[in-house]
Nanobody
Framework: QVQLVESGGGLVQSGGSLRLSCAAS????????IGWFRQAPGKAREFVAT????????YYADSVKGRFTISRDNAKNMVDLQMNSLKPEDTAGYYC????????????????WGQGTQVTVSS
């Protein structure tokens, strides 16, 4: 069983940057697609970005495309989400999730989830 722990959240001003990390334990991330999702208060959780097990395939939500970059280091069992040009509407709890096999934007297909890290962007 894979355990995921997110870190790197915090408070940042609009236009600023943050780098979130997702650390995996209990197994290697090399076999898993990893996704980032977020949930703002009163809203449903939504897809942000995902990366295939090899790192060769990535998908982004339209709302973050061009601003966020997902990357992974399988040797370190880490997946990062670099977030630039942050906006107040990016404020949310951010969660990483893992699934075996091919990557997908569908959150219901991810089996393992972290506890989340809060990102707050002030205007």
């Amino acid at each position: 069983q894979v355990q995921l722990v997110e870190s790197g959240g915090g408070l940042v001003q609009s236009g600023g940057s943050l780098r979130l990390s997702c650390a995996a334990s209990g197994g290697t991330t090399a076999n898993y697609a990893i996704g980032w999702f977020r949930q703002a208060p009163g809203k449903a959780r939504e897809f942000v970005a995902t990366i295939s097990w090899s790192g060769g395939t990535t998908y982004y939500a339209d709302s973050v495309k061009g601003r966020f970059t997902i990357s992974r280091d399988n040797a370190k069992n880490m997946v990062d989400l670099q977030m630039n040009s942050l906006k107040p509407e990016d404020t949310a709890g951010y969660y990483c999730a893992a699934k075996l096999g091919t990557t997908t934007t569908r959150e219901t297909l991810y089996r393992y989830w972290g506890q989340g890290t809060q990102v707050t962007v002030s205007s």
